[in-house]
């Protein structure tokens, strides 16, 4: 996902929005689906996490562009594969496209940064690149730890017992 300066603000704030429900939706599904309970954990942290970012990016356009509502995009320009575990699909590939799109995201929000006046905006902007990149972090853990044990998303309950 590029600020492509062919896109107006408004356009590049609407795909932004529409990347955070998307990102959302992945990690809780992910979280739903899991039985590994600290992958789960850290799903719906991200999940909640992107929650947020929605609302900042819905703030700052409210900041920009008063009372008009965004035109959320029926399409993400970085669209994450779904997970489906019944299917024999493996979570590392999903992991793996997830942490693209959170480095997509932070390279997104930077170039944002240099596309609007305000200095408020302009370091949210800057903040919101660093916490993709925190999350790109997070997941590459997790991914490293899905291509090394076998059913790591499918942990038996016993193992959380301590938990």
């Known amino acids: ?35 590994n309970f600290i992958l789960k954990e850290k799903m719906q942290f991200l999940a909640s ?4 970012h929605e609302a900042i990016l819905r703030g700052l356009y409210r900041q920009q562009f008063g009372d008009e509502k965004p ?11 779904a997970w489906k575990p019944e299917e ?21 929000y930077h170039e944002m940064a240099q596309r609007v006046d305000d ?6 902007f800057k903040y919101l690149a660093a916490m993709e990149q925190t999350h790109y972090h997070l997941l590459e853990v997790e991914y490293n730890a899905a291509l ?3 059913d790591y998303d499918q942990f ?5 017992w301590g938990a």
């Not at 035109?71 to 594969?81: F, K, L, Q, S, Y």
């Not at 200095?119 to 949210?124: F, I, L, T």
């Not at 038996?156 to 959380?160: I, M």
């Open 1 to 35: 996902m590029k600020a492509d300066p062919k896109h107006s603000l408004a356009d590049l704030f609407s795909m932004a929005i529409k990347a955070e429900i998307e990102a959302q939706e992945i990690y809780s599904s992910i979280h739903a689906q899991s039985k």
């Open 49 to 52: 996490e992107e929650m947020k």
């Open 71 to 81: 035109r959320i995009p029926d399409e993400t320009m970085a669209p994450v594969p």
């Open 88 to 108: 024999g699909g493996k979570i590392s590939k999903v992991l793996k496209a997830a942490m693209q799109t959170e480095l997509d995201s932070n390279i997104f």
């Open 119 to 124: 200095a408020s905006q302009k370091a949210m």
């Open 148 to 150: 090394e044990i076998e």
């Open 156 to 160: 038996d309950p016993a193992v959380h």
